[in-house]
Nanobody, 122 residues
Framework: QVRLVESGGGLVQAGGSLRLSCAAS????????MGWCRQAPGKEREFVAG????????YYADSVKGRFTISRDNAKNTVYLQMNSLKSEDTAVYFC???????????????WGQGTQVTVSS
């Protein structure tokens, strides 16, 4: 079992930046690929970004490429999502997730955090 706790969400103006963090506990963090997904009101949860267990490869949804950066620190059992040039359409609850293999679909993730709200005002 892996426990994931997100932090760093909040209210930001369009064009601003936020950094989300996800602290993992339980089984060996470095065994898992990690990802961030989001869910806006009335919409399905969608993949945002993923990173392999070593951090050597990253994947992004087209909607966030060039604006968001995922990274991880295996020594701190933490994964991050740096979000720049935020837009109102980025408003959503952001979830941290863990998978046994690299995943780019929400149904491929095995463990989930509770989520953190990100609101971008225009």
């Amino acid at each position: 079992q892996v426990r994931l706790v997100e932090s760093g969400g909040g209210l930001v103006q369009a064009g601003g930046s936020l950094r989300l963090s996800c602290a993992a506990s339980g089984r060996t963090f470095s065994n898992y690929a990690m990802g961030w997904c989001r869910q806006a009101p009335g919409k399905e949860r969608e993949f945002v970004a993923g990173i392999t267990w070593s951090g050597g490869r990253t994947y992004y949804a087209d909607s966030v490429k060039g604006r968001f950066t995922i990274s991880r620190d295996n020594a701190k059992n933490t994964v991050y999502l740096q979000m720049n040039s935020l837009k109102s359409e980025d408003t959503a609850v952001y979830f941290c997730a863990a998978a046994f293999t690299m995943a780019t679909r929400t149904n491929e993730y095995d463990y989930w955090g509770q989520g953190t709200q990100v609101t971008v005002s225009s």
